[in-house]
């Protein structure tokens, strides 16, 4: 148990439709990233937050969205959901922006 | 661009049968190489840290060492339960400190 969690675990939904991703870091982590897996892609950074700045993008639609709160949990928001969308969803968090990151569960996202 | 290359893309192996992973890398500037296990539908769980050539770590049946170009994952005696993907990330040592992942090799330990 890495001390990251994240909710939901599995998420099912139609094309067109927005759903929102959620994850709380490890303990005294300021750094919060996301990462989406596809079969195809590997592992894919889009965004990282940093004590509630984002700090560093990555290949995040625009369709894309995220936010780090005050108490450091971070959501991550997606709509006009494609079939293309269907992927892993991680995020990972570290002490500060330079340290190893720790990966959550994932959400697994469908989109139908 | 920062790139990691890791081969071979599978491997499968009969218990106790040791081998090594390879993940090879071009990044401006390293400031750190992490070496990451993934079960099938999990989270990638952290492994190592390597931060300089000649580095060499270790746990339990894992052996990661760095080179300037390229990093292994040494698997000595494997058992069935050290089947996983294994990634290998680069981190560089400016910037926006993000690592860049490989693709991973599937490893397949057989009983």
């Known amino acids: 148990d890495s001390g990251v969690t994240q909710t939901p675990k599995h998420l099912i939904t139609a094309t067109g439709q927005r759903v929102t991703l959620r994850c709380s870091p490890r303990s005294g982590d300021l750094s919060v990233y996301w990462y989406q897996q596809s079969l195809d892609q590997g592992l894919q950074f889009l965004i990282q937050?940093?004590?509630?700045?984002?700090?560093a993008k990555g290949n995040i639609l625009e369709r894309f969205s995220a936010q780090q709160f005050p108490d450091l949990h971070s959501e991550l928001n997606l709509s006009s959901l494609e079939l293309g969308d269907s992927a892993l969803y991680f995020c990972?968090?570290?002490?500060?922006?330079?340290?190893?990151?720790?990966f959550g569960p994932g959400t697994r996202l469908l989109v139908l | 661009e920062d790139q990691v290359t890791q081969s071979p893309e599978a491997l499968r192996l009969q218990e106790g049968e040791s081998s090594s992973l390879n993940c090879s890398y071009t990044v401006s500037g390293l400031r750190g190489l992490f070496w990451y296990r993934q079960d099938p539908g999990k989270g990638p769980e952290f492994l190592f840290t390597?931060?300089?050539a000649g580095e060499e770590k270790e746990k339990e049946r894992l052996k990661a060492t760095l080179t300037k170009k390229e990093s292994f994952l040494h698997i000595t005696a494997p058992k069935p339960e050290d089947s996983a993907t294994y990634l290998c990330?680069?981190?560089?040592?400016?910037?926006?400190?993000?690592?860049?992942f490989g693709r991973g090799t599937s490893l397949i330990v057989h009983p």
């Open positions: 390597l931060y300089s």
């Open positions: 990330a680069v981190q560089p040592s400016g910037g926006s400190y993000i690592p860049t």
């Open positions: 937050y940093y004590n509630g700045e984002e700090r």
């Open positions: 990972a968090s570290s002490a500060g922006g330079q340290e190893t990151q720790y």
